[in-house]
């Protein structure tokens, strides 16, 4: 039976231990993706999808992407658009201005803060980057048809609450007073341009 090997410092110990282990994952690399596979599909209560990758001849291809037609990615942007009309409550002009309000009631009570400004523009950001992601897939599967004209537009509406929303956050970091001016002025982005 051969000896254990004796190393002289720690690191040269971790060293032959990364030199063993990467020879074994090299060896198994295909076994222990199906385990990976096997773990990740049971975790996730799919186990049709590891079936699938078990049937399939080549063990190292990818699982198929699934939902690859227009209709997921179409009822994706449904969700979402859904979200960002609740969110605004379906006047925009309405949103930013009770935005404003709240805004001025806050630093009336707690003193200058941005965060109802900062989470509003973290959310409609948020909205604005799945709704786009979503775009783009929408366009792989079908190209650019009429549902995805109107998907376009809300995509620009969206795009347009966020411009908004930076606009007042710029204005309100400047303080209340400034705010307040570029609201008498009529000078903010969302007073002069409707959606």
Not at 94 to 117: A, H, M
Not at 132 to 144: A, D, I, P, T
Request: with cysteine; aromatic share 8%.
């Amino acid at each position: 039976m051969p000896r254990a090997k004796l190393y002289r410092t720690a690191s040269e110990k971790k060293a032959a231990n990364r030199q063993k282990n990467a020879k074994y994952y090299a060896k198994n690399r295909v076994d222990i993706n199906h385990k990976r596979r096997a773990l990740y599909c049971s975790k996730s209560g799919n186990t049709s999808s590891f079936s699938e990758i078990l049937k399939s001849d080549c063990s190292h291809t990818t699982k198929p992407m699934k939902n690859e037609d227009s209709a997921y990615w179409l009822a994706k942007c449904a969700t979402v658009e859904e979200k960002f009309l609740v969110l605004i409550n379906h006047a925009g002009k309405d949103y930013c201005r009770d935005l404003i309000q709240q805004w001025i009631r806050s630093v009336l009570e707690t003193g200058p803060d941005l965060t109802i400004l900062e989470t509003a523009h973290k959310d409609m950001c948020a909205l604005r980057g799945k709704y786009v992601r979503y775009f783009g897939k929408l366009l792989n599967c079908g190209g650019y048809d009429k549902a995805a004209e109107r998907v376009e537009r809300v995509k620009e509406r969206i795009k347009t609450v966020v411009q908004w929303i930076e606009d007042i956050l710029c204005s309100a970091m400047e303080g209340v007073e400034e705010l307040l001016q570029q609201v008498k002025e009529g000078n903010l982005i969302f007073q002069k341009y409707g959606v």
